[in-house]
C-alpha cells in the first residue's frame, strides 16, 4: 500500500511519464528495480493502483447501503464515505483523472466496469428518493455530484478538512435534489 501511496503522489505532480520506477523506489525507501518484486512495471503498479481504488470505493458503497435502515441513511452514508475519500486521496484522484489511459485495456475495462457499478448503488438509492425521477437523469446527477466533491485537488488548503465536509454535503445534497424535482 505504502508503494501505491508514493506512486500516486509522484504521478498526480509529476504525470505518469514523468515519473520513473527509481523515483518511486527512491520514495519508498528502496531501490526502483526492487519495485519489480511487487509489480512487472509503471503499467502494472498504476493499473494496481486504479483497481484497488476501484474496488474499495464500490465495496464500501455496497456495505454502506446494505447498513443503511432507508435510502436518507443510505445516501448520507454513500455521502459521506465519497466526501472522505476525496478529502483524504486528492492524489488518487488526479491521477485516475489524467492517467486511466495509460492503463492496459484489460485493467482498464475492470476499473470502468466497478465504477458503473458504483455509480449504480448512488442511482438505486436516489431512485428509492425520486420515485419519479428516471435513472439516466440520476445517473447524470450523480456524475455532476462526483464532479463537485472530486473537485477537492483544486481547492485542497483552502479550507480545512472539517469546514470543506459540510460545505460538499451541503452542495451534493442541494445537487441531488434538484435532480429529483
Same mark, same amino acid.
Given at each position: 500500500m505504502e508503494i501505491l501511496e508514493a506512486a500516486a503522489r509522484l504521478f498526480a505532480a509529476r504525470g505518469f511519464h514523468g515519473v520513473s520506477i !527509481?523515483?518511486?523506489? +527512491? +520514495?519508498?525507501? *528502496?531501490?526502483? %528495480? +526492487? #519495485?519489480? =518484486? $511487487?509489480?512487472?512495471?509503471k503499467e502494472a503498479l498504476l493499473s494496481e493502483m486504479l483497481l484497488d481504488i476501484s474496488e474499495r470505493l464500490h465495496a464500501s458503497a455496497a456495505a454502506r447501503v446494505t447498513a443503511a435502515p432507508d435510502a436518507e441513511h443510505a445516501l448520507d452514508a454513500l455521502l459521506t464515505g465519497q466526501i472522505e475519500f476525496a478529502l483524504g486521496h486528492p492524489a488518487l484522484i488526479t491521477v485516475h483523472d489524467r492517467e486511466l489511459g495509460n492503463v492496459p485495456e484489460p485493467a =482498464? &475495462?475492470?476499473?470502468? =466496469?466497478?465504477q458503473r457499478l458504483y455509480v449504480e448503488e448512488w442511482v438505486t438509492v436516489l431512485s428509492e428518493l425520486h420515485p419519479g425521477c428516471p435513472p439516466p437523469r #440520476?445517473?447524470?446527477? *450523480? $456524475? +455532476?455530484?462526483?464532479? #463537485?466533491?472530486?473537485? *477537492? %485537488? $483544486?481547492?485542497?488548503? !483552502?479550507?480545512p478538512p472539517e469546514a470543506m465536509a459540510p460545505l460538499l &454535503?451541503?452542495?451534493? &445534497?442541494?445537487?441531488f435534489t434538484e435532480a429529483g424535482n
Open positions: !527509481e523515483d518511486i523506489g +527512491a +520514495a519508498v525507501g *528502496t531501490s526502483g %528495480p +526492487a #519495485l519489480y =518484486r $511487487h509489480f512487472s512495471g =482498464r &475495462r475492470q476499473i470502468r =466496469r466497478l #440520476l445517473r447524470a446527477a *450523480t $456524475h +455532476a455530484v462526483f464532479g #463537485l466533491l472530486n473537485s *477537492t %485537488p $483544486h481547492s485542497a488548503g !483552502e479550507l &454535503r451541503a452542495m451534493a &445534497r442541494a445537487a
